[in-house]
Structure formats: C-alpha cells, structure tokens
C-alpha cells in the first residue's frame, strides 16, 4: 500500500464550478498535511498546509483534514482556467518522512 | 531573486558517464533536499541534509552521492549513469528541522535529466 494515495485524474470541471481533490494515507501517527500545485514543466509550489481536524481556508482554497478517516482533500472554489495543474498532496509520517502521492490532474475547462 | 535554484536545466548523457547537478538557496534555511520525480510525476524524496549533516538517506543506489559544502548547497554526484535514472530531479529546501510541522519546502526549479 502506498503511503499517500491521490485519484490520478484527469479531473474536468467547468469555469466557476468547484473542484475537489481527495487524498487518504496509511499512516495514522501523521501530523502534517500538505497542498502542492505543479504546473506542466514546473515545480511544485505550496498553496496549503494543515495540521488538524477540520477545514483551512485561504481564499478560493478550503483543506479539509479527517485523521480518523485518514483523508484530507482540497476544494478549489470559482475554478478559473489558471488552476489547471496537478496538484499534489503531501504528507508527514510519523517518521517524519514527506511522501507525495502521484497527483490529481485538474483541467478546468473555460 | 532566485530563492532555490538549479543547475543545470537540462542534462543529456550517455550511459555509464558521471554527472553533478548543483543546488542553491539564498532563504537562509538549514535543511536542503533532493527529490527525483519519474515520468508517471511520482515525486519521492532521496535524501535530506541539515546544517550539512545527512538527515534522511531513503533507498537509492549508492551510485547516488550527496554533498553539502555548507548550508546553503547541497549538490548531487550520480556515478555510472542508467538508463532509469532519466527523470526530473527537484531540489528543496524548509526553514525547519524535518519533522517539525511547519516544515514547508520550497523547491527549485528541476533538473531534467535524460541518460541515452
């Protein structure tokens, strides 16, 4: 079983609509959970971190974070064409290891 | 200003050459990584150095070798090149201690790495 496991995509949606990406990870003594986005040819850049149980807010972005559940998704609000990307979700073990899982392909479509 | 960089961009060689990529970051941080993302976008770390010290070493061959002069570098030294070994290569780096919560990466650019 790998550590973090994302849906591969791609996932479509249209202009202004909202758009959720699902994460789950195998270890329970995780702490910290992390948002990348990655553009086409670029590297991955941050956009969210979250530590507890519940939602995270920062502007169009909401986390959401469930440690019973072992699952944290992002949704991505007023989707504009500008967030087409594979996003990236991160997670810190309890071995303070940072596992990537494979990424969710976003197009959203104008 | 660049806050992570890499070099070089690109890196086209024959199997069984050795090459370095070299990595920089002006942010003041202590803690320096290096990730190989494949061609599925499979991001895994290799290894991670703190004030210079090897903090995390994850299964890589030993062909693979890290070098940090001091805490604002840390370069990659990859011996007898396959033909696997063809991915991007991403250097990062945290403010923080791994381990620590708030240990957000910030990653540069990518080394894309092709071996022929």
């Known amino acids: 079983q790998k550590e973090v496991e994302q849906n591969s995509g791609p996932l479509s949606v249209p202009e202004g609509a909202i758009a959720s990406l699902n994460c789950t990870y195998s270890?329970?003594?995780?702490?910290?959970f992390f948002w990348y986005r990655q553009y086409s040819g670029k590297s991955p850049e941050l956009i969210m971190s979250?530590?507890?149980?519940g939602d995270k807010e920062d502007g169009r972005f909401t986390a959401q974070l469930n440690k019973a559940s072992q699952y944290v998704s992002l949704l991505i609000r007023d989707s504009q064409p500008s967030d087409s990307a594979t996003y990236l979700c991160?997670?810190?073990?309890?071995?303070?290891?940072?596992?990537f899982g494979t990424g969710t392909r976003l197009t959203v479509i104008p | 200003d660049t806050a992570v960089s890499q070099t070089p961009k690109y890196l086209v060689t024959q199997m069984g050459n050795d090459k370095s990529i070299k990595c920089e970051q002006n942010?003041?941080?202590?803690?320096m990584y290096w990730y190989k993302q494949d061609s599925k976008k499979f991001l895994k770390i290799m290894f991670s150095?703190?004030?210079?010290?090897?903090?995390i070493n994850e299964t890589v061959p030993n062909r693979f070798s890290p070098k940090s002069p001091d805490k604002a570098h840390l370069n990659l030294h990859i011996n007898s090149l396959e033909l696997g070994d063809s991915a991007v290569y991403f250097c990062?780096?945290?403010?923080?201690?791994?381990?620590?919560?708030?240990?957000?990466?910030?990653f540069g650019p990518g080394t894309r790495l092709t071996v022929l």
């Open positions: 990062a780096s945290s403010q923080e201690f791994p381990g620590s919560p708030g240990d957000t990466q910030y």
């Open positions: 979250i530590y507890s149980n």
């Open positions: 942010l003041g941080h202590d803690t």
């Open positions: 150095y703190n004030n210079k010290e090897l903090i």
């Open positions: 270890d329970r003594g995780s702490q910290s």
């Open positions: 991160a997670v810190k073990t309890g071995a303070n290891n940072l596992f």
